[in-house]
């Protein structure tokens, strides 16, 4: 009833208007970030969210481009940044900080940071931002970390700046324990800008509109998410749906997730009892993590339209085994969460499929991302240490074939071959579309893409390597085919563990195939003049159109 009521206070115009504003703050502050980090996984791979949120710590504002893995992450972050620091002892000018994995996105290579915002000496909010950084210690970003302490520098909730003044303690351990400081540091000082340009937004957007704060604005924004979502959850059928789904795993030792959505209602249930349990592997996934990548493929299927805050996931509840690998016990190793977190959104939408295959898409050939990390000394003796971010095809839908190489769910950019180049001592020899990895179907997976990479130092670098897909292809849905299969190959044949750390000696050439996305749909039903395009353009080939399409010229 509270909410109804404060909801009546702002008409439907303005109300919009005022949500738009605030949409725009957060994306000024990602436009801060974006150009003045140092980092190409900022500045080129779009790996940052900023966020605004009200004095409660309820999400009002994300910027649009921002990370799924990072929906409703920061408000608990400064909810359990209290527990360190009382909210009391926050300050104007204070900026805090954690990459502690339960605390935040799920890996220590993510930095959450937050400030307190004060308008006329009161606390009315706080912006937040989450950005990746290049580097953050120990042994590098890979999946073959035994426990959470070889995986590098976890940071417990603490003051970075203390009233605008950078704490020289902490300013000196980050320092000391990465591998390119002035990246990191210069990334974390981005995420300072991208947060004063949001505290001065909130503060002109509160003198323009005569708000005295964000209470009855925040109460009404999150329950028109918030209605918007169980409007669009009442419109499926009550019942429970399961589905499951095979992967690499580690080693010989596959992983297996089972999943059970139920609808009861406005009410939506994520249940993955029977997933595997927790392994000594870098590919755990946080509950939060995991609350993320399971929330955000409901969002995009069933209210795709309406802006986002945390009323969007109010009607939504993950629950998962403690101990599992989507809900690890600490000290669980989880730098590479993301083999498993992406993997989500599959085993959801064939739960979905069964009863609206309509809003739902195939696997991606991104689901997960395959991450490769390269690091050492370039020809200039200057040490490096650069991660590589590209996509496989994305799945197709019940009205489009698939976008080759786009990220789903994720939605991190790939950026310039320039950029890795100017950066780091690597060649890209090519980077092209793949004839026939897109999933066959009435419509086709999006095309995957392979990489060939050349080592241009005159020294050996370390190579980490995080992939799946190698076994279990991304499936297509309602009779549609499967995509391709990931290969990473050096020119010799080899081919290394594909998620392990290795040597790469000078002069190594390297392949990497990132899969195509599943189809959609029975083959048979193709339009024969999208099967003549396909083949013209190279998309497929005329033996595949033939073998899978019955086509004949």
């Known amino acids: 009833m509270k909410s109804t009521e404060h909801s009546k206070s702002f008409d439907p115009v303005s109300l919009e208007i005022m949500w738009s504003r605030l949409i725009s703050i957060a994306d000024e502050s990602a436009a801060a970030l974006l150009r003045t980090a140092f980092s190409t996984l900022v500045r080129e791979s779009n790996d940052f969210t ?12 994300e910027n649009s481009g921002g990370i799924p893995s990072f929906v409703g992450v920061v408000p608990s972050t400064v909810k359990a940044m209290f527990e360190y620091i009382p909210i009391k002892e926050w300050r104007p000018g204070d900026c805090l900080i954690t990459n502690d994995p339960w605390f935040g996105s799920g890996h220590l290579p993510d930095i959450t940071m937050a400030s307190p915002i004060f308008y006329r000496e009161k606390l009315v909010g706080f912006s937040g ?6 580097d953050i210690g120990g042994v590098g970003w890979a999946s073959d970390g035994r426990e959470l302490y070889e995986e590098g ?6 003051k970075f700046l203390e009233e605008g003044k950078e704490n020289k303690i902490v300013g000196q351990f980050i320092r000391s324990n990465v591998r390119v ?8 000082y981005a995420q300072v800008a991208a947060q004063r340009i949001c505290q001065n937004g909130l503060i002109q957007f509160l003198e323009d509109t005569g708000l005295p704060d964000l209470t009855e604005l925040s109460t009404a924004l999150r329950s028109r998410a918030e209605a918007a979502m169980r409007e669009a959850i009442s419109a499926l059928p009550d019942g429970s749906w399961m589905s499951s789904l095979d992967a690499d795993g580690v080693d010989e030792r596959e992983t297996h997730i089972d999943c059970r959505v139920t609808i009861k209602g406005s009410d939506l249930d994520i249940d993955f009892e029977g997933t595997s349990p927790q392994v000594a592997s870098g590919i755990n996934s946080v509950m939060k993590y995991t609350y993320a990548y399971a929330t955000y493929p409901i969002k995009c299927a069933l209210d795709p339209d309406s802006p986002r805050n945390e009323g969007s996931f109010q009607p939504i509840t993950v629950q998962a085994p403690e101990g ?3 809900n690890p016990k600490f000290p669980a190793p989880v730098a590479a969460r993301q083999l498993t977190g992406h993997l989500l959104y599959g085993v959801i939408y064939r739960c979905l499929a069964q009863i609206a295959p309509e809003r739902v898409c195939a696997e991606s050939g991104s689901t997960p991302t395959l991450r490769s990390v390269y690091g ?3 020809r200039k003796g200057n040490v490096f240490n650069q991660a590589l971010f590209a996509a496989g095809g994305l799945g197709a839908n019940s009205r489009m074939d698939g976008y080759a190489c786009t990220a789903f769910p994720s939605n991190t950019g790939v950026g310039s071959v320039e950029a890795l180049e100017s950066v780091s001592p690597l060649l890209v020899w090519h980077k092209e579309l793949v004839t026939d990895s897109g999933g066959p179907g009435k419509f086709r997976g999006g095309l995957g893409q392979d990489i060939e990479i050349e080592v241009r130092s005159d020294h050996p670098i370390r190579f980490s390597l995080m992939s799946d897909r190698h076994k279990y292809p991304p499936r297509g849905i309602a009779g549609g085919g499967d995509g391709s299969c990931t290969v990473v190959q050096l020119s010799d044949g080899t081919r290394p563990n594909q998620k392990a750390r290795t040597m790469l000696p000078a002069g190594a050439r390297l ?9 959609f749909g029975c083959p048979a039903e193709r339009d024969r003049a999208a099967i003549e395009n396909d083949i013209r353009k190279g998309y497929i080939s005329l033996e595949a159109g033939k073998k899978h399409y019955n086509y004949e010229p």
């Open 50 to 61: 900023t966020v605004l949120l009200d004095e409660d710590c309820n999400c009002l504002a």
């Open 153 to 158: 520098l976890r940071i417990m909730p603490v």
């Open 181 to 188: 400081s002035d990246q990191v540091i210069g990334d974390i």
């Open 376 to 378: 050492g000394i370039d």
């Open 324 to 326: 599992s690998i989507l």
């Open 129 to 134: 931002s989450i950005a990746h950084l290049p």
């Open 511 to 519: 392949r990497l195939h990132f899969p195509g996305g599943g189809g």
